[in-house]
């Protein structure tokens, strides 16, 4: 689907243009040529990060090891999947998009000076996050692969030097992996050769990781923040209809047309949501499961192990907690502007009208009054309360396999 409605606003009140420019290269938008990019890219990444874990295994039997390849294989597999279903409910995604630009374009026509700065901050907003979140995956991608291969060099380099009068070495090295896992039968442990084959392979692979991280988290982001300011949008032409009326109380009546008006934008406002919630809900509840088994893995490993790898455990557990979070956070704001709707509604001097108006200023405000928002595939309405109450489970589910495992 074109992006029609989207490309026909003025520049400064296009939603998402940074996201859209970076998903242009992979041709998820765009030419629909150019979409083996992305497929390649896809297919490289899980040859290269998934694929290796999920069939040879970790290569090596200590715990601490085996927990840092689980944490990266949950990590990269929510990733994965979560840009694979981004590409199935593509076609749900641009229609969002032209939505979204359909109740700015009808929201900016009259006095609209408020609107216009509102849809400009929250552009401006959104396309700063998207910027900074691609440079800090791609940064990241870097810091983590460096740290393993500088230390495996200054092992190598130096055993050069401490070789034995026979000729041998003094002892066997054995070189970092950035990734816990074995290689499609390289000594990559071990062979300095295999070691450098598989290294490179694997920073490309983290680019490709960081490019799939962006498009999943700023997508989810965006289209969460665009439903928002969808009901945002409505609730402040509701409002107009009353600051008109407030300044010419004599002259502007509330008329059928106009609430007709609220009322198609509203519709519209929900069909956002709907669609919302076809492209996210699978996504969201994989966030809050890959979160709640990280808090688990993450404890079991404090429990029995505090040494290095703690810290390549921490990092994705942080990163998915951050991100759940955030999540949570947006449903929770989306939840609210939905409300906020009924509110508007129901601060018009509703009793000065006829008896028809207030008919549709009930069916708006009921409609306002039941919960809106994004699910986990209908199992919670994802909100600030939902991640209070992850931790909790969290924690009990943590007691429970450690009592099982003691048992054991």
């Known amino acids: 689907m074109e992006l029609s409605v989207h490309q026909s606003l003025s520049p ?52 601490d090891v085996i927990v840092k390849g689980l944490s990266e294989l949950l990590y990269q597999g929510n990733v994965y999947i979560a840009a694979a279903l981004l590409v199935l409910h593509l076609s749900s995604f641009n229609r969002m998009i032209n939505l979204t630009s359909e109740i700015i374009k009808k929201g900016k026509r009259p006095n609209t000076s408020t609107c216009y700065d509102l849809v400009c901050v929250q552009n401006s ?25 500088a230390t495996s060099y200054l092992r190598y380099f130096g055993s050069r030097n401490n070789i034995t009068d026979d000729g041998s070495e003094s002892e066997p090295v054995q070189f970092e992996l950035s990734m816990e896992q074995e290689f499609y039968g390289l000594q990559i442990r071990t062979d300095f050769t295999h070691y450098n084959i598989f290294m ?5 692979a983290y680019f490709v990781g960081g490019y799939m991280s962006t498009i999943k988290v700023t997508a989810v982001v965006s289209a969460m923040r665009c439903s928002s300011l969808a009901y945002r949008l409505v609730a402040m032409q509701v ?34 949501t709907d669609l919302l919630e076809n492209m996210l809900s699978i996504q969201l509840a994989m966030q809050f499961l890959s979160c709640l088994l990280f808090w688990c893995l993450v404890m079991f490993y404090v429990s029995m192990h505090v040494n290095f790898n703690l810290v390549n455990v921490t990092i994705p557990f942080c990163l998915s907690l951050i991100e759940t979070y955030a999540y949570s956070y947006l449903g929770s704001e989306l939840t609210a502007e939905a409300e906020e709707v009924g509110q508007a509604i129901y601060e018009l001097p509703w009793y000065e009208d006829s008896a028809e108006l207030q008919r549709y200023y009930c069916l708006i405000i009921q409609r306002s009054q039941r919960a809106t928002g ?33 048992t054991l």
């Open 125 to 149: 907003k959104l396309n700063k996050f998207a910027k900074f979140y691609l440079i800090y995956c791609f940064c990241g991608s870097l810091l983590y692969c460096v740290p393993a291969m």
């Open 239 to 272: 409002r107009k209809l009353n600051d008109s009326r407030g300044v010419q109380q004599k002259k502007r009546k509330i008329t059928t047309a106009d609430i007709e008006e609220i009322i198609d934008l509203h519709c519209t406002a929900f069909e956002i």
């Open 200 to 204: 490179a392979c694997s920073l490309l």
């Open 12 to 63: 400064e009140l296009r939603i998402m243009t940074f996201q859209l420019w970076v998903m242009q290269w992979t041709g998820l938008v765009g030419p629909q040529g150019h979409f083996y990019r992305f497929a390649l890219a896809f297919g490289w990444g899980s040859f290269v990060k998934l694929v290796p874990k999920i069939v040879l295994g970790m290569g090596s039997s200590q715990f």
């Open 374 to 406: 994004t699910t986990a595939v209908k199992f919670f309405l994802v909100g600030i309360d939902k991640f209070g109450g992850l931790l909790q489970m969290s924690y009990s589910y943590y007691l429970v396999l450690k009592d099982v495992f003691n």
